[in-house]
């Protein structure tokens, strides 16, 4: 049974930094990409990053890059997401996500956590 468990999200003033982890268990991680998505009230989700568990590599969505950086420690079975000059228009909760890196499809998802960025 695949788990996604977040933490790390809380209140910060702008500028400020955050790094949120996500503890994976149940995957197998050389076979899969996992994703940081986020949701502001009365939005629809939106993509942040991938990292993908073979390789390392990462991709990031337009509002985020140069800001965030994700990376796993596989030793821990945890993905990271460090987020560095944080803007009040990053406020929202963010969300853990798995997916088999042969498909495009989310399956697995975190409960989230809430990250609220003041001005």
């Known amino acids: 049974q695949v788990q996604l468990v977040e933490s790390g999200g809380g209140l910060v003033q702008a500028g400020d930094s955050l790094r949120l982890a996500c503890a994976a268990s149940g995957v197998t991680f050389r076979t899969f990409d996992m994703g940081w998505f986020r949701q502001a009230p009365g939005k629809e989700r939106e993509f942040v990053a991938l990292i993908r568990w073979s390789d390392g590599s990462t991709y990031y969505g337009h509002p985020v890059k140069g800001r965030f950086t994700s990376s796993r420690d596989n030793a821990k079975n945890t993905v990271f997401l460090q987020m560095n000059s944080l803007k009040p228009e990053d406020t929202a909760v963010y969300y853990c996500?798995?997916?088999?890196?042969?498909?495009?499809?989310?399956?697995?998802w975190g409960q989230g956590t809430q990250v609220t960025v003041s001005s």
């Open positions: 996500s798995a997916r088999r890196a042969s498909t495009n499809t989310w399956d697995y």
